[in-house]
């Protein structure tokens, strides 16, 4: 499966930005999302996951009453609004397939990020 986000951009702190994540595949409604963040010199962490069928989602503590995951499996669409954005949340996000089971997720098929810049 291919994915390819887009939706980033330039934002002052405190703002909101959406990002879309769109699926090349038919499966897309088969198995759960996770939207990663990198940042300059430091390690990609998960900033959002989400089930096949969007009832159960998980935030980290870093972005959680923040930031909302939703999809839409008849687009093949993967979102994630990001609310009262901070400098710290600047980063360059994808998003990815999640695999596995419950307690034993992996991440596959990485797509290609975009990138979010919050100025202070």
């Known amino acids: 499966v291919q994915l390819q986000a887009s939706g980033g951009g330039l934002v002052q702190a405190g703002g909101s930005l959406r990002l879309s994540c769109v699926a090349s595949t038919r499966t897309f409604s088969s198995y759960g999302m996770g939207w990663f963040r990198q940042a300059p010199g430091k390690e990609r962490e998960l900033a959002a996951a989400?089930?096949?069928?969007?009832?159960?989602?998980f935030y980290p503590d870093s972005v959680k009453g923040r930031f909302t995951t939703s999809r839409d499996n008849a687009k093949n669409a993967l979102y994630l609004q990001m609310n009262s954005l901070e400098p710290d949340d600047t980063a360059v996000y994808s998003c990815a397939k999640r695999e596995g089971s419950s307690g034993f997720y992996y991440y596959s098929s990485w797509g290609q990020g975009t990138l979010v810049t919050v100025s202070s």
């Open positions: 989400i089930s096949w069928s969007g009832d159960s989602t």
